[in-house]
């Protein structure tokens, strides 16, 4: 079955810099690659997916890429600010409505 | 905005008692989901749901659990005896149909003494 591993397990940034998270699966079935915040005491909240005919993607501050052929796609955030600190988790799915296989997630701090 | 809600937001129960945990998902999603994170852990796919039957079960899944869609608007997760490796904070999701993007609720923290 799929597995998905993430990198690094935690990340300390200064306001205002860049923080980029990593991803790698092993099925190449999978096709759609979400990334989630999880604040303290909430549930994961989708901030930014990629499809497998994207190579890209990006909304303000955050992007993703995905390269197929390695089979790795990164989050990235940029001009980051202390509200982005949270565990950010990264997943994989075959197929609409299918499972998300999850990483073991990134806890980003970043400090004032 | 819609959001999927789920009670309560924390349950103790005893090592053998049975637990039902209740998800509202949002009203015009299709498909429901189950995860569980033990704490510190990755996010674990539990169970899925569409049109009143489980449409796919990981191993974490077994017996012990079952789900049900008792009316038009919540769907539960019930464990019939609870264990102590059972303690995690379980995620209820949904999802439109027609698209791949998860909806998450905030959880509800299980603990089992």
């Known amino acids: 079955g799929e597995n998905v591993e993430q990198h690094p397990s935690t990340l300390s940034v200064q306001e205002g810099d860049s923080a980029v998270i990593k991803c790698t699966y092993s099925?190449?079935?999978?096709?759609?690659f979400p990334w989630y915040k999880q604040e303290l005491g909430k549930g994961p909240q989708l901030i930014i997916d990629i499809r497998s005919n994207v190579g890209e993607k990006k909304d303000q501050r955050i992007a993703v890429t995905l390269n197929k052929t390695a089979k790795h796609f990164s989050l990235h955030i940029t001009e980051t600010q202390p509200e982005d600190s949270a565990v950010y988790f990264c997943?994989?799915?075959?197929?609409?409505?299918?499972?998300?296989?999850f990483g073991k997630g990134t806890k980003l701090s970043v400090k004032p | 905005e819609p959001e999927v809600t789920q009670t309560p937001s924390h349950q103790v129960t005893q090592m053998g008692q049975e637990v039902i945990l209740r998800c509202v998902p949002i009203s015009n999603h299709l498909y429901f989901y189950w995860y569980r994170q033990i704490l510190g852990q990755k996010v674990e796919f539990l169970v899925s749901?569409?049109?009143?039957?489980?449409?796919?079960k990981s191993e974490i899944f077994d017996d012990q659990f079952s789900v049900e869609r008792p009316d038009g608007s919540n769907f539960t997760l019930k464990i019939r005896s609870t264990k102590l490796e059972d303690s995690a904070m379980y995620f209820c999701a949904s999802n439109y149909g027609i698209s791949y993007e998860q909806y998450f609720g905030p959880g509800t923290r299980l603990t089992v003494t």
């Open positions: 099925d190449s079935a999978s096709n759609y």
């Open positions: 749901f569409y049109n009143n039957e489980i449409s796919e």
């Open positions: 997943a994989a799915s075959e197929r609409s409505q299918g499972n998300l296989i």
